[in-house]
């Protein structure tokens, strides 16, 4: 079973970080992949990007790449997503997500199983 918790969202002005967690309780970290998504008011869930459990490349959105990195600490089993340079389309419910797939570059969130509760960031111009 696997249980995940998001932490570090907030508010910022325009040209703001903000750097998000997600705590990964499961004994199969390194065999899945781990996954930041974005979801604004009357907007579908889109994804920003992904990380594979076991090592490898991580994967970006283009609207979020240049600015936004993820890394991970597999003995931690926690995922980051460092977010600079924001912007207020950046603005959204973020959720941190994992799948038993080992793609991570998939960003469809139906490819993952389980879901974090969320957490909000708001970028102000």
């Known amino acids: 079973q696997v249980h995940l918790v998001e932490s570090g969202g907030g508010s910022v002005q325009t040209g703001g970080s903000l750097r998000l967690s997600c705590v990964v309780s499961?004994?199969?970290?390194?065999?899945?992949?781990m996954g930041w998504f974005r979801q604004a008011p009357e907007k579908e869930r889109e994804g920003v990007a992904t990380?594979?459990?076991?090592?490898?490349?991580?994967y970006y959105s283009e609207s979020v790449k240049g600015r936004f990195t993820i890394s991970q600490d597999t003995t931690a089993k926690t995922v980051h997503l460092q977010m600079n340079s924001l912007k207020p389309e950046d603005t959204g419910m973020y959720y941190c997500?994992?799948?038993?797939?080992?793609?991570?570059?998939?960003?469809?969130?139906?490819?993952?199983?389980?879901w974090g509760q969320g957490t909000q960031v708001t970028v102000s111009s």
């Open positions: 499961t004994i199969a970290y390194t065999r899945r992949c």
């Open positions: 997500a994992s799948s038993k797939g080992h793609s991570s570059g998939i960003l469809a969130p139906a490819y993952y199983d389980t």
């Open positions: 990380i594979y459990g076991g090592g490898g490349t991580p």
